[in-house]
């Protein structure tokens, strides 16, 4: 029994591996998404900047913790980034899924670990970058309290998997769209506006707050960080459990989606 | 001269038919890009909702006037992308996979074929909401519609397209060099960014670069500011922009004669 978990456990680390080496690889194109992050971190601190300048506190953040917030939002960006959707529909338009099927591996858990893998690379490559800028250009202190830099690692890791499952999902709709480059670009744009990317979400006006709290993007950035930012455990390992919540409800959706799709799959060549 | 002209026109009409038949073959997609295209400029809206709602004043621009620059910005972006876009894959498929090699071997110049393989007809609506959004500002502001509006609208969001494709085209050559390694023009797309606010909120280093290295406040910033004349010290700033144009033009075009003679095939 344990034998056969382990065996079972070794082949998704072996792709963590696998895709964690793959960043160092291509360290390049990494570098050039940072620094197009970067571009977008300088102007939105600007903006925010010169408005709290002039109202010195606005909904208990104060400039330099909204400076804090922008970076560690810029470095979960970095760090979640993926193309699975794309990869999927790809993999669904020439027929190549084929060769997945025939794997010993489950194909949601296939690309869930690699976008993991790939995130932690991304996590030891980008985020000191992000940071020494953060820190050169814009005054930042990072207060150290290893509480709650454990529990915010923790909930990257989470918002990490729900990124993946929402990318996953959509790939998976493309079993019936076939080309889906619209449905990932509406994802991406609604996703940079209500996961708290740009802004706080406590900044929004209510009616959008609210539509925030029914979406699973919330707890991509906006939780983890609120997690970084307040000091009581009790409110943080709610915050957990919200995020646990939307990984379980996106990976019984993608399970559902996926039996659904391979029944009726068709390749046409092959 | 006018019968060379005449045929690069009707080459021009034919290469369009041909990439939205290619378009059309998978309909229920192009409606979904059609809708979804003007997404980022509707959450760009919103997001200027979102600082207004918080701040009466951005730097002494108010909502409606900042919405002008967002306006001025997202059509000349919209117009770059419509007939530009296909800079974008230079480094990163033309030259990687040897794709340039079809058209070294045609009769036409290589640079109009570049940009004529796609025309991006999605960011269409991308086109329309900037142009709504210059006319309704207006309008709320009680700017008068008038020819000279109209006019010096045109003339300078297509001397702002045609800057950006000059500062795209050096950026992008140099993977004549590079290959695979760099390619920049995720980082230029992300400057986008700065041409959506008044420039008063930056320091004084962001306003030289963007007014004349990378001259992205051409795009919404300085024209709006010359028809409300709400800053006062760069109201004539706007007049740099023929000069820039041209240079980032010529000096756009040599970077690609030079890098197009260094190019080498990579497939087989």
Same mark, same amino acid.
């Given at each position: 029994?344990?034998?056969?978990?382990?065996?079972?456990?070794?082949?998704?680390?072996?792709?963590?591996?696998?895709?964690?080496?793959?960043?160092?690889?291509?360290? $390049?194109?990494?570098?050039?998404? +940072? &620094?197009?992050?970067?571009? #977008?971190? =300088?102007? @939105?601190?600007? *903006?925010? !900047?010169? %408005?709290?300048?002039?109202?010195?506190?606005?909904?208990?953040?104060?400039?330099?913790?909204?400076?804090? $917030?922008?970076?560690?939002?810029? +470095? &979960?960006?970095?760090?979640? #980034?993926? =193309?699975? @959707?794309?990869? *999927?529909? !790809?993999? %669904?338009?020439?027929?190549?899924?084929?060769?997945?099927?025939?794997?010993?591996?489950?194909?949601?858990?296939?690309?869930?670990?690699?976008? +993991?893998?790939?995130?932690?690379?991304?996590?030891?490559?980008?985020?000191?970058?992000?940071?020494?800028?953060?820190?050169?250009?814009?005054?930042?202190?990072?207060?150290?309290?290893?509480?709650?830099?454990?529990?915010?690692?923790?909930?990257? +890791?989470?918002?990490?998997?729900?990124?993946?499952?929402?990318?996953?999902?959509?790939?998976?709709?493309?079993?019936?769209?076939?080309?889906?480059?619209?449905?990932?670009?509406?994802?991406?744009?609604?996703?940079?506006?209500?996961?708290?990317?740009?802004?706080?979400?406590?900044?929004?006006?209510?009616?959008?707050?609210?539509?925030?709290?029914?979406?699973?993007?919330?707890?991509?950035?906006?939780?983890?960080?609120?997690?970084?930012?307040?000091?009581?455990?009790?409110?943080?390992?709610?915050?957990?459990?919200?995020?646990?919540?939307?990984?379980?409800?996106?990976?019984?959706?993608?399970?559902?989606?996926?039996?659904?799709?391979?029944?009726?799959?068709?390749?046409?060549?092959? | 001269?006018?019968?060379?002209?005449?045929?690069?026109?009707?080459?021009?009409?034919?290469?369009?038919?041909?990439?939205?038949?290619?378009?059309?073959?998978?309909?229920?997609?192009?409606?979904?890009?059609?809708?979804?295209?003007?997404?980022?400029?509707?959450?760009?809206?919103?997001?200027?909702?979102?600082?207004?709602?918080?701040?009466?004043?951005?730097?002494?621009?108010?909502?409606?006037?900042?919405?002008?620059?967002?306006?001025?910005?997202?059509?000349?972006?919209?117009?770059?992308?419509?007939?530009?876009?296909?800079?974008?894959?230079?480094?990163?498929?033309?030259?990687?996979?040897?794709?340039?090699?079809?058209?070294?071997?045609?009769?036409?110049?290589?640079?109009?074929?570049?940009?004529?393989?796609?025309?991006?007809?999605?960011?269409?609506?991308?086109?329309?909401?900037?142009?709504?959004?210059?006319?309704?500002?207006?309008?709320?502001?009680?700017?008068?519609?008038?020819?000279?509006?109209?006019?010096?609208?045109?003339?300078?969001?297509?001397?702002?397209?045609?800057?950006?494709?000059?500062?795209?085209?050096?950026?992008?050559?140099?993977?004549?060099?590079?290959?695979?390694?760099?390619?920049?023009?995720?980082?230029?797309?992300?400057?986008?960014?700065?041409?959506?606010?008044?420039?008063?909120?930056?320091?004084?280093?962001?306003?030289?670069?963007?007014?004349?290295?990378?001259?992205?406040?051409?795009?919404?910033?300085?024209?709006?500011?010359?028809?409300?004349?709400?800053?006062?010290?760069?109201?004539?700033?706007?007049?740099?922009?023929?000069?820039?144009?041209?240079?980032?033009?010529?000096?756009?075009?040599?970077?690609?004669?030079?890098?197009?003679?260094?190019?080498?095939?990579?497939?087989?």
């Amino acid at each position: 029994m344990i034998k056969l978990l382990k065996n079972k456990l070794e082949k998704y680390f072996s792709i963590i591996k696998i895709n964690f080496s793959k960043v160092l690889v291509y360290k $390049y194109s990494f570098l050039i998404e +940072i &620094i197009s992050l970067l571009f #977008q971190f =300088t102007a @939105s601190t600007y *903006i925010w !900047k010169y %408005i709290l300048e002039n109202s010195p506190q606005i909904k208990n953040y104060s400039i330099s913790s909204l400076t804090n $917030y922008l970076l560690f939002s810029t +470095i &979960i960006k970095s760090i979640t #980034q993926n =193309t699975t @959707s794309m990869d *999927i529909e !790809k993999d %669904i338009r020439t027929g190549n899924i084929y060769n997945f099927l025939i794997l010993p591996i489950d194909y949601i858990y296939l690309y869930l670990f690699r976008d +993991i893998g790939l995130s932690l690379g991304r996590i030891f490559l980008n985020s000191w970058l992000i940071i020494i800028y953060g820190v050169v250009f814009f005054d930042i202190n990072i207060c150290f309290n290893i509480l709650n830099y454990s529990l915010f690692f923790i909930s990257i +890791i989470f918002s990490i998997i729900i990124y993946s499952e929402i990318s996953i999902l959509i790939g998976l709709l493309s079993f019936w769209t076939i080309s889906q480059n619209g449905l990932r670009y509406a994802n991406s744009v609604i996703s940079a506006f209500f996961s708290g990317s740009l802004i706080p979400l406590d900044f929004y006006p209510d009616i959008l707050k609210n539509i925030s709290l029914f979406l699973p993007y919330r707890s991509i950035i906006y939780l983890p960080i609120s997690v970084l930012q307040t000091n009581t455990i009790y409110s943080n390992l709610f915050q957990l459990l919200i995020q646990f919540l939307w990984v379980s409800v996106l990976f019984f959706i993608n399970n559902k989606l996926k039996i659904k799709a391979f029944n009726s799959l068709e390749i046409v060549g092959g | 001269m006018i019968k060379k002209a005449l045929k690069y026109i009707s080459l021009y009409f034919k290469f369009n038919l041909l990439y939205i038949k290619t378009q059309l073959m998978y309909p229920k997609d192009f409606i979904i890009w059609f809708i979804f295209g003007s997404f980022s400029t509707i959450i760009n809206i919103f997001f200027m909702k979102v600082i207004y709602y918080n701040t009466p004043l951005l730097g002494n621009w108010d909502y409606y006037q900042t919405l002008m620059i967002l306006g001025y910005s997202s059509t000349s972006i919209g117009l770059f992308n419509i007939f530009f876009i296909n800079i974008f894959s230079l480094g990163s498929s033309y030259i990687i996979e040897g794709k340039l090699d079809k058209f070294l071997i045609r009769p036409i110049n290589v640079l109009f074929q570049l940009l004529v393989e796609r025309i991006d007809l999605d960011n269409i609506s991308e086109l329309i909401i900037g142009v709504f959004l210059i006319v309704y500002s207006a309008l709320k502001i009680g700017y008068e519609i008038n020819v000279f509006l109209i006019l010096f609208s045109i003339v300078f969001i297509i001397f702002s397209v045609f800057t950006l494709l000059g500062l795209f085209l050096i950026f992008a050559s140099t993977n004549f060099w590079l290959q695979e390694k760099i390619n920049f023009i995720p980082i230029l797309y992300s400057l986008f960014n700065f041409s959506r606010f008044p420039i008063t909120i930056f320091n004084k280093k962001i306003k030289l670069i963007l007014t004349f290295i990378m001259p992205y406040f051409y795009l919404g910033y300085y024209p709006v500011n010359f028809l409300l004349k709400i800053d006062t010290k760069y109201v004539y700033t706007i007049f740099y922009q023929p000069i820039l144009c041209l240079i980032f033009l010529t000096i756009g075009g040599i970077v690609w004669k030079i890098g197009l003679s260094k190019y080498e095939s990579t497939s087989i």
